[in-house]
């Protein structure tokens, strides 16, 4: 089993709506998660960390943490084609406190305008 | 400098051939991470250093891969011997270390093509 799994998509969703991406994990020591979006032939840049569980909110973007069930998303309300991009999602690995982040193989969005 | 500084950008070698991959980190950043991405799939991690010390080399492959992270010098990543399966993007990243929870911050990346 994968540390970090993710839909490879591509998710397709029209201009406007939501698009809901999703994540597990299989570590359950893990603390900390993070949400980085990657457009082709770029580096990853970050759009979420979230360490506790519910909801973090910041302007289009809410990440959800369920640790429970080890379980992450990320939520884009009013999507717009500037979004699609592959949306990584990674795990901080604390044993042995590298700090060193697993990821997932992500997910491909596609914004239709 | 306040990005983490990837060289060179695009890098082509015949099978067998040597590779070296430089990265900068971010000033005052302790921790630096490399990371291989292969056609678009999951960023594999390799290795990562505290200073110059190697504080996880778990995911670096026995023989070719070597790392170093040298006083006042870039880390640099080595490939001796390049196969056809090391053409990826050699991302890395550097960490401030200063507290838990802080993200890692990526560099450019630097694309290996192994012809």
């Known amino acids: 089993q994968k540390e970090v799994e993710q839909n490879s998509g591509p998710l397709s969703v029209p201009e406007g709506a939501i698009a809901s991406l999703n994540c597990t994990y299989s570590?359950?020591?893990?603390?900390?998660f993070f949400w980085y979006r990657q457009y082709s032939g770029k580096s990853p840049e970050l759009i979420m960390s979230?360490?506790?569980?519910g909801d973090k909110e910041d302007g289009r973007f809410t990440a959800q943490l369920n640790k429970a069930s080890q379980y992450v998303s990320l939520l884009i309300r009013d999507s717009q084609p500037s979004d699609s991009a592959t949306y990584l999602c990674?795990?901080?690995?604390?044993?042995?406190?590298?700090?060193?982040?697993?990821f997932g193989t992500g997910t491909l969005l596609a914004v239709q305008p | 400098g306040e990005e983490v500084a990837q060289t060179p950008k695009h890098l082509v070698r015949g099978e067998g051939q040597k590779a070296k991959l430089y990265c900068a980190p971010i000033?005052?950043?302790?921790?630096v991470f490399w990371y291989q991405q292969v056609l678009k799939n999951e960023f594999k991690f390799l290795i990562s250093?505290?200073?110059?010390?190697?504080?996880?080399e778990t995911g670096m492959p026995k023989e070719r891969f070597s790392a170093k992270c040298l006083p006042n010098s870039p880390c640099s990543l080595e490939i001796q011997a390049t196969k056809l399966e090391d053409s990826a993007v050699y991302f890395c990243?550097?960490?401030?270390?200063?507290?838990?929870?802080?993200?890692?911050?990526f560099g450019e990346g630097s694309w290996l093509t192994v012809v």
């Open positions: 990674a795990v901080n690995d604390y044993r042995g406190a590298t700090n060193k982040l697993i």
């Open positions: 570590d359950r020591v893990s603390q900390s």
């Open positions: 979230i360490y506790s569980n």
């Open positions: 000033k005052g950043h302790s921790y």
């Open positions: 250093f505290q200073n110059e010390n190697v504080f996880d």
């Open positions: 990243a550097s960490h401030p270390g200063d507290r838990a929870g802080n993200t890692i911050y």
